[in-house]
Each structure stands twice: as C-alpha cells, then as structure tokens.
C-alpha cells in the first residue's frame, strides 16, 4: 500500500464529495424513494397488517433504511461509469497516487451520502411516530450493522460501476436489491407467507439484518440474528470487495 493511500483517498473523497454538494438532489432523490414507500405502507396498508403490540411504522422503520441504502448505492455504480467513460481514471494513472484510493474515494462518498439519507428517513419516521427506547450501545449497535451493510453494498456498486457497459446498466444492478426487502420479515411477518416464499425469505440476508435491527430498537434479546446479520454483511463485503479489486486491476491493465 502506497504511504500516499490515506492522503489520496482523503483528497479524492472530498472531489466526490463535492460534486454531492453540487447536485443535493442525489440525496434527496435517495431519501425520497423509501419515504414514500414508508408513508404509503404506514398510512395506506398498516391497519390491514397485525404486528403484535409494536406500531407499524416501529416495525417496518429497519426494511425501510434497508431500502434507503440499496437506492443509495446506485449512484456509486453510476458516477463511477460516468469516470470510467470520461477518462478521468486514466488521468489519475498518470499521477502519483495511490491506484485503489481512486475507488475508495467512491466508497467513502457512499458512505457518506448514505449516512445523512438514513438520517433523513428516521427524522422522517420520527415525525410518523417512530419511537424508541433503545440506549446509546444499541443504537451503535443500529449504526455498526448499517454501515458494513452500506459498505458491502457499495462495493458490489463498484463491480457494476466498472463492468457496465451503459449508464442504464451501471445503476440497474440495484433493482433486485431494492426489491429483496419485499420478500423479508421487513413489511410483514415471515409466518404469514407460504411455505417456499417462507423458507427463502427466513433464509436470505435482509430477514436477519432487519430482525436485528427491529429487536435493538424495540430493546429486546436479539438472540443470534445479530450473529447472522455481521456474517451477511462481512462475508458479501469480502466477496464483493475481492471481485471489485479484481476487476478494477483489469481494466487499468
């Protein structure tokens, strides 16, 4: 790793940041989406649906911040093609920095711009009647599981980024991930599902992700979803981290 990694990463982060900051509708676009859809389930289909003696809008807040992170990301993959296309990793090769501090710069502005979108959405919920009497460990807790979350995400974001061939396919890849909260315990409880839609929706990583994160909140025993939900997000940030790496070395080969 270059001496120069953190330094370049610092300045490259802030260009991306910076472009954000001219165009706050990216943010606000990211947020919009998950808002509506909170509004729409909490006062359209929440008296229709039993979540024992928890309110709606407390059961679906952690699905709902799933779904703000997953809107999020796709904007990574998108300025990324934009970069890619534009020339400018080919200037940065030219330079003496740091080559993967081109993508984490990408990354950290993820991060970023994910973070206060979240933070938007539960102002949001709060006005909605999002109440919690978790305490400050739980919600670090809340925060650890949403940033590894955003950041395994982001780094799939990256493999899409620089794979797609168009700016359609560039944030398309988040669709189906927009979408897999739909078939979790993150709008209704998994028992009222039938068997196979059941089975997979207890079984993929949004259900354990969301159960945790609802238990913290609601200050009840997580029990193992928390166990399950940090092997979700660390094993698909490894996979998706590795694949990102790889590709990336390719294409400035």
Known sequence: MSKHFFGDTAVLTGRSLTHILRSPDTIITTALTPIAMMLMFVYVFGGAINTGNSSYVNYLLPGILLITI??????????????????IFERFQSMPIARSSVL????????????????????????????????????????????LFTLALTWLAVIAGLSAKTVDGASAFSYPLIFLPFISSAFVPTETMPGPVRWFAENQPVTSIVDAIRSLLAQQPVGTDIWVALAWCIGILAIAFGFAMTTYRRKIA
Request: hydrophobic fraction near 65%; proline fraction near 0%; charge should be positive.
């Open 70 to 87: 997953a809107s999020g990301i796709a904007y990574t993959a998108y300025r990324l093609f934009l970069d890619m296309q534009g020339g």
């Open 104 to 147: 984490w710069g990408h990354v950290l502005t993820s991060l970023v711009a994910n973070l206060v979108s979240l933070t938007i959405v539960v102002l949001v919920a709060l006005l909605m009647g999002f109440r919690s009497g978790a305490g400050v460990l739980a919600w670090l807790a809340v925060a650890g599981i949403l940033i």
